[in-house]
C-alpha cells in the first residue's frame, strides 16, 4: 500500500533560518504530492503541489521537488519567518474509481522564534 | 475561488443530542470528502462521495451519518456519539475529473466538535 513519512518535530528555528521537512514516499503507482499547512485552529491548507517526476511545486517562498530516484518531496525555505509557525503534512494521492484518496504522513511541527 | 466553508466553527453536544455539520462548495467539484482529525494527528478518512453518491464508508460507526443532497452540499449528521468522537471535522472537495488528472483536495477550515 501507499505509505508517507515526514520527519518528526518539533522543528524549531530562529527567524530568517533555512528550512528543511523531509518527506519519503512509498507508492505503487505515479502519485500525485502535496504539502498542506495547518495553523494553529485552523483547517487544511494546500501549501504547493507536484504531479510527477522532476516537477517543483513553490509558493509562499516555499519549495519541494518531487524525486522519483528517491522517493522523496521535501519541503523547504530560504527563510523563515514567526508567522510560518504551523504544523506542515506531507501527502500523496492515488486516484482510483472510488475517489482520490490522500494518503498523509504524520505532521511536522515548526516553531519559529522571534 | 477554492473556497470549502463549514459550519457550525464549533459544537459542543451531549451524548444524547442530534445535530448536523454542513459543508459547502461552489468550485463545480464532484467529489466531496469527510475527515476527522484528533489533535497532534494527520486527518483521517471517513467518507467520499463521488458525483453525488457514497462511494468509500471507511467502516465509520452509524452513530455518523453523511448525506448529499447536491453537488455543492454536503452534510454529516450526528446522533448519540460518545466522548471519543471529539475532534476536529473537515470536509474537503475535488474536481474529480474524468480521464485520471491530478486530483487536488481542498479543504475547509473545520468544526471543532466536543461531546460531553
Known amino acids: 500500500g501507499n505509505s508517507v513519512t515526514q520527519m518528526e518535530g518539533p522543528v524549531t528555528l530562529s527567524e530568517e533560518a533555512f528550512l528543511t521537512i523531509n518527506c519519503t514516499y512509498t507508492a505503487t503507482g505515479y502519485p500525485s504530492l502535496f504539502w498542506y499547512v495547518q495553523y494553529p485552529g485552523e483547517g487544511l491548507q494546500l501549501l504547493l503541489k507536484?504531479?510527477?517526476?522532476?516537477d517543483k511545486g513553490s509558493n509562499k517562498g516555499f519549495e519541494a521537488t518531487y524525486r522519483k530516484e528517491t522517493t522523496s518531496f521535501h519541503l523547504e525555505k530560504g527563510s523563515v519567518q514567526v508567522s510560518d509557525s504551523a504544523v506542515y503534512f506531507c501527502?500523496?494521492?492515488?486516484?482510483?474509481?472510488?475517489?482520490?484518496?490522500?494518503?498523509f504522513g504524520g505532521g511536522t511541527r515548526l516553531m519559529v522564534k522571534p | 475561488d477554492t473556497e470549502v466553508t463549514q459550519t457550525p466553527k464549533h459544537l459542543v453536544m451531549g451524548m444524547t443530542n442530534k445535530k448536523s455539520l454542513k459543508c459547502e462548495q461552489h468550485?463545480?467539484?464532484?467529489?466531496m470528502y469527510w475527515y476527522k482529525q484528533k489533535a497532534k494527528k494527520p486527518p483521517e478518512l471517513m467518507f467520499v462521495?463521488?458525483?453525488?453518491?457514497?462511494?468509500i464508508n471507511e467502516s465509520v460507526p452509524s452513530r455518523f451519518s453523511p448525506e448529499c443532497p447536491n453537488s455543492s452540499l454536503l452534510n454529516l449528521h450526528l446522533h448519540a456519539l460518545q466522548p471519543e468522537d471529539s475532534a476536529l471535522y473537515l470536509c474537503?472537495?475535488?474536481?474529480?475529473?474524468?480521464?485520471?488528472?491530478?486530483?487536488?483536495?481542498?479543504f475547509g477550515p473545520g468544526t471543532r466538535l466536543l461531546v460531553l
Open positions: 507536484a504531479t510527477k517526476a522532476d
Open positions: 501527502a500523496l494521492s492515488d486516484l482510483d474509481n472510488a475517489g482520490n484518496m490522500l494518503t
Open positions: 462521495y463521488s458525483y453525488e453518491k457514497l462511494s
Open positions: 468550485m463545480g467539484h464532484r467529489a
Open positions: 474537503a472537495s475535488s474536481p474529480r475529473s474524468s480521464g485520471g488528472a491530478e486530483e487536488t483536495q481542498y
